[in-house]
């Protein structure tokens, strides 16, 4: 249950819509090295599909305020294949696996 938690915090940090506070939390975020504790629990948990979701979506949100190089070499797009691959019918798996690879891609 704390991998759901802490994948979903990460993820909903970003919601907020002040600029000041984005780049607060991404300074944060990539202060505890973020990107590695979510390729841990995407690895560690590949069948929750609760963790594979906010794993996505917080992989989604980081990559729009981030270099995409070190995402890249973090071995997320595997991580987001596997989990488009192993959840095919779950929808927000999907829709934040594509919106990820868009984004990591362009």
Known sequence: IIHRSACGALSNFFNSSEDT?????????HDLDGI?????????FPD??????WACG??????????????RRSGAV???????????K???IQTWGAEFMKCIFT
Do not use: C, G, W, Y
């Not at 917080?58 to 995402?71: G, H, R, S, T, Y």
């Not at 595997?78 to 095919?88: F, G, Q, R, S, Y």
């Open 78 to 88: 595997t991580a987001v294949a596997a989990a488009i691959d192993m959840h095919p």
């Open 90 to 92: 779950d929808k927000e």
């Open 58 to 71: 917080f992989l989604v949100n980081f990559i729009q305020a981030e270099d995409k190089e070190p995402i």
């Open 48 to 53: 929750d599909a609760t963790v594979q979701k």
């Open 36 to 44: 590695s504790l979510v390729m841990t629990a995407m690895k560690q």
């Open 21 to 29: 506070i984005k780049k607060e939390i991404h300074r944060f975020v």
